[in-house]
């Protein structure tokens, strides 16, 4: 249910590529719309549009100033999900761009998995899957997370395997056809790192990676502490398809407490064998396949999605 050993390979390279400072973004035009907002003040989760998982759990011992409750994913040692399980979801209406912003708040002994990739935290699928489909092998999972190696360094990365032309693998497609898929396995068309690996039952899978140069969620108490609450935003654009063929056009973005630690605006999300794919779910999925090396929690509050930044 990952993207695995791919994100440690990659990891020189993307950092490498992110190393100078990334510009100031454009605004978002203020028509963004805000598509559902979730603050985790009761437990009616079904009442608000989640379905899948309504057992996530929440907590009044922390949360934001304002708020009385946050999620609250604790992973016991060696477990690779919250105490709660597996994904909560929430439909919401289909955009070509996407915004998500929540507040988020580490234990103390957070360490993440433990390794060069994961874990992963959220994740935004498309109107091209079903709503109950797993997230690491679709037509579009994009992921929102951090990679904590003695500090947190913000993530954003794409999977689309099922678009995988499985009988060309490795082979570079992309001035042949559009039924192929964006993430790697069947080339490259943004420039981007990308991964391919296989799967069991003989299906390869692929992904994308974008890191910032240097962590955000700090190890020790003062500016950036993981142990204090922190602002997460991220926002994905599909990219363009003109004359059939789908243009190097799409952003990705991350801002952490206001600040743009990732920005790229030349990336292809999809190609032309998908004109109309649209964003339109999200999954709140913490998630450590190799399992959880300590005991440790994660708390979230005031959770938006919005077609672009309010």
Not at 263 to 287: C, S, W
């Amino acid at each position: 249910m990952s993207y695995r050993h791919w994100l440690a390979l990659l990891a020189p390279l993307v950092l490498a590529a992110v190393a100078c400072k990334p510009p100031s973004a454009p605004a978002q035009p203020s028509s963004a719309t805000i598509l559902f907002q979730e603050t985790f003040e009761d437990d009616a989760l079904a009442s608000r549009g989640w379905y899948d998982n309504l057992a996530i759990a929440t907590s009044t011992a922390e949360h934001i100033t304002g708020s009385t409750r946050a999620l609250e994913a604790h992973f016991p040692a060696g477990a690779t999900t919250p105490t709660w399980g597996g994904a909560a979801r929430h439909l919401f209406t289909e955009t070509e761009s996407v915004y998500l912003s929540y507040w988020v708040k580490y234990s103390a002994s957070w360490v993440g998995s433990g390794q060069l990739y994961q874990p992963h935290e959220f994740q935004l699928l498309t109107n091209e899957d079903n709503p109950y489909t797993g997230p690491s092998f679709t037509h579009l999972t994009t992921y929102v997370e951090h990679n904590y190696q003695n500090g947190g360094i913000p993530v954003l990365a794409l999977q689309d395997g099922v678009n995988i032309d499985q009988s060309h693998i490795l082979q570079d497609l992309t001035a042949l056809t559009e039924n192929r898929a964006a993430g790697g396995c069947n080339g490259n068309a943004d420039g981007y790192p990308t991964d391919c690996y296989l799967l069991g039952g003989g299906l390869y899978n692929n992904g994308k990676v974008w890191k910032a140069s240097q962590p955000s969620f700090l190890p020790s108490p003062g500016t950036g502490y993981k142990g204090t609450w922190h602002f997460v935003e991220a926002y994905f654009q599909l990219n363009s398809v003109a004359n059939s063929r789908g243009v190097p056009d799409g952003i990705v973005r991350y801002w952490f407490d206001g600040q743009l630690v990732i920005e790229h605006a030349n990336v292809l999300l999809r190609t032309g064998a998908h004109p109309t794919m649209k964003f339109n779910q999200l999954l709140v999925a913490p998630y450590i396949g190799d399992g959880s090396p300590v005991d440790q929690t994660m708390w979230v509050d005031n959770l938006t999605v919005a077609t672009g930044r309010p």
